[in-house]
């Protein structure tokens, strides 16, 4: 990593004596408390090392208690901004490491009332200190993090009782802070971001994302959804927010309510569920994903059996299953393609899950063939293009990285082979719903970065990502096209 020492600010004595109680292996100094001090003993920080902030604070939102901490995004002084882009990397760690964390905007000032907290909390700023601004306005083009532990809110002010407990608890987790801002200090370094393209939303996850979204612009809200529509947890909270009602099974959403059937698909039972309890079905079914289930109904007809590549719990493998349970046996690797048994092996076929590693599941498919000649394949691969798609593109840079990042949600499994495909190329390689879930320890030594995300993952989230990691050094971001995507979906009738 860079050899410019970090140094980490205090600006009063019993602050920088909690910072030092944490051992956090780096230069910690005392600014003293406001501008003018800080001005004063600018040389005490002065270099080119991270510069870390930390100190108590007075919290501004109401959702910000004593006790917790406040990693800056940007520290505020009148019209003055600075930006530390890196808060949802070291928030991340400080939440792992047991504290509870808000990330969000931080006022220099003086000492401020009940009302001019509201005032500063009407700004979306989340907690007020007197010294942020000045230490890291004088830093210049240096990382920068800016951590302050609340000791006193607008319900719970300095001059009341509590105030000697409320400043225990605020020195304690700048005590458990101290060793993390070390650790964010020592990953500061140039590096270089390989993006992987194409990689986020899909056809089938937009069409899925757009159905929710028009019927509850067309029909109101609330429009139920049965399991996530798509598998990404900000996807899910984004369209919650706007009155999705997730539910588990149908007998969770009032008789004769609209529903929309998750991307993954449904077992025959459940459009009969939906029918039996007057449900209007909106149908975000991945056609892709249909165009699986409908080999499946033509392979049972022939009294065929099916083998189905793919993982036993996956809803899109249950939905599936449930075209024929009574001809489909599952199969999930190399050593149940060795060992399962059919009725007849001249009616024998195969499908696959469309969200499996291709190279992994045509090792599979090898094996089956070997064993049943007369076995029946797919007229078209069932692995989705856009699986395909994003697989290809990780595999042509992740030879070339460090380090891998992969984003999306740990239930998607295209997400989940994509880290597989980059950790057998020889990559380290990661899942991450986001960048607060970059572990610091990853970056060690990682001067190349590949960044992907699964066909389920917004696209913001791999900008939020490499926006992060512009906190810790300067970053020259290049990109890999290895195909181009133009596939769309059309719309169900209900929302077209």
Not at 337 to 349: C, I, L, S, T, Y
Request: glycine share 8%; net charge neutral.
């Amino acid at each position: 990593m860079a050899e410019r020492e970090p140094v980490i600010c205090t600006p009063l004595r019993v602050e920088q004596a909690a910072v030092l109680a944490g051992r956090p292996g780096a230069k910690v100094v005392r600014t003293g408390m406001g501008s003018r001090r800080t001005r004063r003993r600018q040389a005490r920080f002065a270099g080119d090392g991270p510069l870390g902030v930390l100190g108590v604070a007075g919290g501004l939102a109401p959702q910000v208690r004593p006790g917790d901490v406040v990693v800056a995004s940007e520290i505020r002084a009148g019209a003055q901004i600075v930006r530390s882009p890196s808060a949802p990397l070291l928030a991340g760690a400080l939440r792992r490491a047991g504290l509870t964390v808000h990330v969000g905007p931080i006022v220099s000032g003086g000492l401020v009332g009940k009302r001019g907290r509201a005032a500063l909390a009407a700004t979306g700023a989340l907690a007020v200190d007197m010294e942020s601004a000045e230490i890291t306005a004088l830093a210049g083009s240096r990382a920068v993090a800016v951590v302050r532990a609340i000791s006193d809110t607008a319900d719970a002010p300095l001059l009341r009782p509590g105030t000697v407990s409320r400043g225990i608890d605020a020195l304690r987790a700048l005590r458990v802070a101290a060793p993390v801002v070390a650790r964010w200090a020592a990953m500061v370094d140039d590096r270089d971001i390989l993006l992987a393209s194409p990689r986020s939303f899909c056809a089938g996850v937009e069409r899925a994302i757009d159905i929710v979204t028009r019927a509850i612009e067309r029909f109101g809200a609330p429009v139920y959804v049965r399991r996530q529509v798509v598998h990404n947890a900000h996807v899910v909270a984004e369209l919650e927010a706007m009155g999705a009602v997730f539910v588990q099974e149908l007998d969770e959403v009032p008789f004769g309510a609209r529903v929309v059937l998750a991307a993954h698909g449904v077992a025959p039972e459940v459009r009969v569920q939906a029918v039996d309890r007057e449900l209007s079905v909106v149908d975000a079914t991945c056609p892709l994903v249909a165009k699986v289930h409908q080999e499946v109904r033509r392979y049972a007809a022939r009294e065929q059996t099916v083998l189905l590549i793919g993982h036993a719990d996956h809803e899109e493998v249950v939905g599936t299953v449930g075209e024929a349970p009574g001809r489909v046996q599952v199969i999930a690797d190399e050593a149940d393609a060795r060992v399962v048994q059919v009725v007849d092996p001249e009616r024998v076929a195969y499908v696959m899950q469309t969200t499996l590693a291709v190279d992994e599941s045509e090792r599979i498919a090898s094996v089956l063939r070997s064993r049943f000649p007369a076995l029946e394949a797919p007229r078209q691969d069932d692995i989705c293009y856009a699986t395909s798609n994003r697989q290809q593109a990780l595999r042509e840079i992740a030879t070339e990285c460090d380090l891998v990042l992969v984003v999306g949600s740990v239930n998607s499994s295209n997400s989940q082979r994509l880290v597989e495909v980059a950790r057998r190329a020889g990559a380290a390689a990661y899942l991450v719903d986001d960048a607060g879930d970059v572990e610091l320890e990853w970056l060690a030594g990682a001067k190349r970065i590949g960044i992907t995300a699964g066909a389920s993952a917004p696209p913001r989230l791999v900008d939020e990502l490499v926006n992060t990691l512009s906190g810790l050094g300067t970053v020259t971001i290049s990109e890999r096209r290895s195909v181009s995507e133009d596939v769309r979906f059309a719309l169900p009738k209900e929302v077209s």
